[in-house]
């Protein structure tokens, strides 16, 4: 039992809190609706900004509602349309339908839209309403990645299908591998629309997927994808140079400026990932945003491509960033400015996001900046975005330091400015410079297995995140087994409707704290935080019977203790059948009742609602759920009262936790969750 109350300690007590200090960099200027469009598709804009400040955006609408406006070709019943808008964002300066689908959009420095999908580049005249030149590719060609250079000249990267790409003959790559499967490509169009400058195979002998480009300040292009290419071209001495692992990869590839020849070509992970976005700085560095399994990854490249100068995991829902199955247009969720910063937002569902200089508390949408050597200057929430699965962010720098972040808007969505341009469904935040903005203190506050910051439970414990919550090194309090555990643990106190509660951890940036079971279900409580007497702003929470949530050692395996005492890993997994211990919290009320912060002795209580277990099985056109019946469920004897234990024997696929009288209505599940097996 020792080894148990070791590893759920271990696991809560993890903080992925930002050291506090200097770095407030920016605060909101306004934030309004924005876009049009239309009712049955999921807004999914691009946006960029001129050297005026004047905000392009991309998106997709119904030619029948909107304004009016030039109308380039016959549209269909939904349809791609490019919206330009003053620099103060309060005036329409033209807004274009296109008759082609576009995925991709870039501006020049003299005003210049261009545009690009379903086969086609497009550039708009500086008035929008007509093309400067309209290039269509060949059929199987799709482009989904494209950049402008400083000469006004497009840089296009996607894929071919069916051999029906044609190179140039100073390509780097003048063939790809003969199989019908998609192979990437990278071309520089001419300034005159009417052919390529350079145009090569970026491709091995499976599939190849480019999903973003950039343009350094020579003119070489940047371009970052997935492979599952075992041949994928690299070059020697590059950060990652041989595959370390099979399946999908991602890679970040820099070309000469006339296409010939690779800077460099690196994997950039050694394990599953996509790369979905690449930005470069003046110096040449290139930043990578990758998804993962978990969330996503920045990483930080050198001019070179020979080293990571620095990495940062970002929790994400994975939706901010579309799969490419989903939609391609995710390129503009990363921008990197004249300094060296880099931006990046994306929407998460989790509440340990690690502020710093926070704006508002606890909302589906971020936005982190970090400095040149990947130093936080500001990590925040940003209002108006919605949490809804199908929901997206982009953002645009523009002149003096300022930012532009757009995405889905919450239903409830009420912004601090009406003007009058748009009325789609789309947020609108504009941020710049502020060293008057005041951050707050308390960010979120979650299950602190699962970190949903969703409805609390009575007796469960939660974990609250921010900056000046607590001491700067973390403390765990001494326990009197007779008393419990305290509610004041260095100079911290945490009240929900002013009843203290019981305080497992204190830190800065994080405390871990158990909810009182006298909430009562339906109604709100105010969580406050109290630091050496000086009170923090409340966040309103509301309360349910039950919100469970597991414990877990890396975000989806669970921390679970083997049926032989030993603790469950990928070095040490169990056999399939086998009974497991895992640990959750949030199952709500037990009986008979227990004291706020005891330790739970025999004889052991039981929860009031019924614990179950189940899984999905069967295949992608038909599934459905099975239910496993666990041997034990209910508060983990020993252990601070609000830990609850689950024994079961393991099937070999992801679970979850269901608490409820019944097991397929009226009941609340938990996040998925997995555990390391191995058949016997």
Same mark, same amino acid.
């Given at each position: 039992?020792?080894?148990?109350?070791?590893?759920?300690?271990?696991?809560?007590?993890?903080?992925?809190?930002?050291?506090?200090?200097?770095?407030?960099?920016?605060?909101?200027?306004?934030?309004?609706?924005?876009?049009?469009?239309?009712?049955?598709?999921?807004?999914?804009?691009?946006?960029?900004?001129?050297?005026?400040?004047?905000?392009?955006?991309?998106?997709?609408?119904?030619?029948?509602?909107?304004?009016?406006?030039?109308?380039?070709?016959?549209?269909?019943?939904?349809?791609?349309?490019?919206?330009?808008?003053?620099?103060?964002?309060?005036?329409?300066?033209?807004?274009?339908?296109?008759?082609?689908?576009?995925?991709?959009?870039?501006?020049?420095?003299?005003?210049?839209?261009?545009?690009?999908?379903?086969?086609?580049?497009?550039?708009?005249?500086?008035?929008?309403?007509?093309?400067?030149?309209?290039?269509?590719?060949?059929?199987?060609?799709?482009?989904?990645?494209?950049?402008?250079?400083?000469?006004?000249?497009?840089?296009?990267?996607?894929?071919?299908?069916?051999?029906?790409?044609?190179?140039?003959?100073?390509?780097?790559?003048?063939?790809?591998?003969?199989?019908?499967?998609?192979?990437?490509?990278?071309?520089?169009?001419?300034?005159?629309?009417?052919?390529?400058?350079?145009?090569?195979?970026?491709?091995?002998?499976?599939?190849?997927?480019?999903?973003?480009? &950039?343009? +350094? %300040?020579? =003119?070489?292009?940047? @371009?970052?994808? /997935? !492979? *599952?290419?075992?041949?994928? $071209? #690299?070059?020697?001495?590059?950060?990652?140079?041989?595959?370390?692992?099979?399946?999908?990869?991602?890679?970040?590839?820099?070309?000469?400026?006339?296409?010939?020849?690779?800077?460099?070509?690196?994997?950039?992970?050694?394990?599953?990932?996509?790369?979905?976005?690449?930005?470069?700085?003046?110096?040449?560095?290139?930043?990578?945003?990758?998804?993962?399994?978990?969330?996503?990854?920045?990483?930080?490249?050198?001019?070179?491509?020979?080293?990571?100068?620095?990495?940062?995991?970002?929790?994400?829902?994975?939706?901010?960033?579309?799969?490419?199955?989903?939609?391609?247009?995710?390129?503009?969720?990363? &921008?990197? +400015? %004249?300094? =060296?910063?880099?931006? @990046?937002?994306? /929407? !998460? *569902?989790?509440?340990?996001? $690690? #502020?710093?200089?926070?704006?508002?508390?606890?909302?589906?949408?971020?936005?982190?900046?970090?400095?040149?050597?990947?130093?936080?200057?500001?990590?925040?929430?940003?209002?108006?975005?919605?949490?809804?699965?199908?929901?997206?962010?982009?953002?645009?720098?523009?002149?003096?330091?300022?930012?532009?972040?757009?995405?889905?808007?919450?239903?409830?969505?009420?912004?601090?400015?009406?003007?009058?341009?748009?009325?789609?469904?789309?947020?609108?935040?504009?941020?710049?410079?502020?060293?008057?903005?005041?951050?707050?203190?308390?960010?979120?506050?979650?299950?602190?297995?699962?970190?949903?910051?969703?409805?609390?439970?009575?007796?469960?414990?939660?974990?609250?995140?921010?900056?000046?919550?607590?001491?700067?090194?973390?403390?765990?309090?001494?326990?009197?087994?007779?008393?419990?555990?305290?509610?004041?643990?260095?100079?911290?106190?945490?009240?929900?409707?002013?009843?203290?509660?019981?305080?497992?951890?204190?830190?800065?940036?994080?405390?871990?704290?158990?909810?009182?079971?006298?909430?009562?279900?339906?109604?709100?409580?105010?969580?406050?935080?109290?630091?050496?007497?000086?009170?923090?702003?409340?966040?309103?929470?509301?309360?349910?019977?039950?919100?469970?949530?597991?414990?877990?050692?890396?975000?989806?395996?669970?921390?679970?203790?083997?049926?032989?005492?030993?603790?469950?890993?990928?070095?040490?997994?169990?056999?399939?059948?086998?009974?497991?211990?895992?640990?959750?919290?949030?199952?709500?009320?037990?009986?008979?009742?227990?004291?706020?912060?005891?330790?739970?002795?025999?004889?052991?209580?039981?929860?009031?609602?019924?614990?179950?277990?189940?899984?999905?099985?069967?295949?992608?056109?038909?599934?459905?759920?099975?239910?496993?019946?666990?041997?034990?469920?209910?508060?983990?004897?020993?252990?601070?009262?609000?830990?609850?234990?689950?024994?079961?024997?393991?099937?070999?696929?992801?679970?979850?936790?269901?608490?409820?009288?019944?097991?397929?209505?009226?009941?609340?599940?938990?996040?998925?969750?997995?555990?390391?097996?191995?058949?016997?």
């Amino acid at each position: 039992m020792l080894k148990t109350l070791r590893l759920w300690i271990a696991v809560l007590t993890s903080t992925m809190a930002i050291a506090a200090g200097p770095g407030l960099k920016l605060g909101v200027d306004y934030s309004q609706r924005f876009g049009f469009a239309a009712p049955n598709e999921t807004p999914n804009p691009i946006m960029a900004t001129d050297g005026s400040g004047a905000l392009y955006l991309l998106d997709i609408g119904d030619p029948k509602t909107l304004p009016a406006g030039a109308v380039l070709g016959s549209p269909g019943t939904t349809a791609s349309y490019v919206m330009k808008l003053s620099p103060a964002v309060d005036r329409i300066v033209y807004l274009t339908v296109l008759d082609f689908r576009a995925d991709s959009l870039a501006v020049d420095s003299s005003g210049s839209a261009y545009v690009a999908g379903s086969g086609v580049i497009a550039k708009l005249n500086s008035t929008g309403i007509a093309f400067v030149y309209r290039m269509a590719l060949a059929e199987g060609v799709v482009v989904d990645g494209l950049a402008v250079d400083g000469s006004g000249r497009a840089y296009v990267t996607g894929r071919a299908f069916n051999g029906n790409f044609t190179t140039t003959a100073n390509a780097f790559q003048r063939t790809a591998p003969s199989d019908n499967r998609s192979k990437g490509f990278v071309a520089r169009v001419n300034t005159t629309g009417t052919g390529f400058d350079y145009a090569t195979y970026l491709a091995g002998n499976d599939w190849d997927v480019p999903m973003g480009i &950039a343009v +350094d %300040a020579s =003119g070489a292009a940047v @371009v970052a994808g /997935t !492979t *599952s290419s075992t041949d994928f $071209p #690299v070059t020697p001495g590059a950060y990652i140079a041989d595959r370390r692992s099979e399946g999908t990869l991602p890679f970040l590839t820099r070309l000469s400026a006339d296409g010939s020849t690779l800077i460099y070509s690196t994997f950039a992970g050694d394990a599953y990932g996509e790369a979905q976005a690449v930005a470069v700085d003046p110096s040449g560095n290139a930043a990578v945003l990758r998804r993962t399994l978990t969330g996503i990854a920045l990483l930080h490249f050198n001019p070179q491509g020979t080293a990571v100068t620095f990495s940062r995991a970002l929790p994400a829902d994975g939706v901010g960033l579309p799969s490419r199955d989903r939609d391609k247009r995710s390129g503009r969720a990363l &921008a990197m +400015d %004249a300094a =060296g910063n880099t931006y @990046v937002t994306a /929407t !998460t *569902s989790a509440a340990n996001y $690690p #502020v710093k200089n926070n704006l508002v508390p606890c909302e589906p949408v971020y936005l982190t900046v970090l400095g040149p050597s990947g130093d936080p200057l500001q990590t925040t929430y940003l209002a108006g975005g919605s949490g809804a699965f199908l929901s997206f962010t982009a953002l645009a720098l523009g002149p003096n330091s300022t930012v532009f972040v757009t995405g889905t808007a919450a239903a409830a969505y009420a912004p601090s400015r009406e003007t009058g341009v748009a009325s789609g469904r789309l947020f609108l935040t504009r941020l710049s410079p502020n060293e008057a903005a005041q951050p707050i203190k308390l960010s979120c506050v979650g299950n602190a297995g699962s970190y949903d910051p969703g409805p609390v439970a009575p007796g469960e414990i939660v974990s609250l995140f921010g900056e000046g919550l607590g001491p700067a090194q973390g403390m765990h309090p001494v326990v009197d087994v007779t008393i419990g555990f305290p509610t004041v643990l260095g100079g911290v106190r945490v009240t929900f409707d002013q009843i203290p509660s019981p305080l497992l951890y204190v830190q800065d940036g994080q405390i871990n704290a158990i909810a009182p079971w006298s909430l009562t279900a339906g109604r709100t409580t105010q969580i406050c935080v109290e630091f050496n007497g000086v009170k923090t702003n409340c966040l309103s929470r509301s309360v349910s019977n039950a919100s469970p949530g597991v414990f877990t050692i890396d975000g989806s395996h669970a921390a679970a203790v083997n049926q032989d005492g030993t603790v469950n890993s990928a070095s040490n997994p169990a056999l399939a059948g086998s009974i497991v211990s895992i640990f959750a919290t949030g199952f709500g009320a037990v009986t008979p009742s227990l004291s706020d912060g005891a330790i739970v002795g025999l004889p052991l209580p039981v929860n009031v609602l019924p614990v179950k277990l189940g899984f999905s099985s069967g295949g992608a056109i038909a599934s459905f759920v099975q239910m496993v019946e666990p041997q034990y469920g209910g508060p983990a004897p020993f252990q601070v009262a609000g830990v609850s234990q689950v024994n079961f024997r393991v099937p070999p696929r992801p679970l979850f936790l269901v608490v409820g009288r019944d097991f397929y209505f009226d009941s609340v599940r938990s996040r998925s969750f997995a555990i390391y097996v191995t058949e016997p």
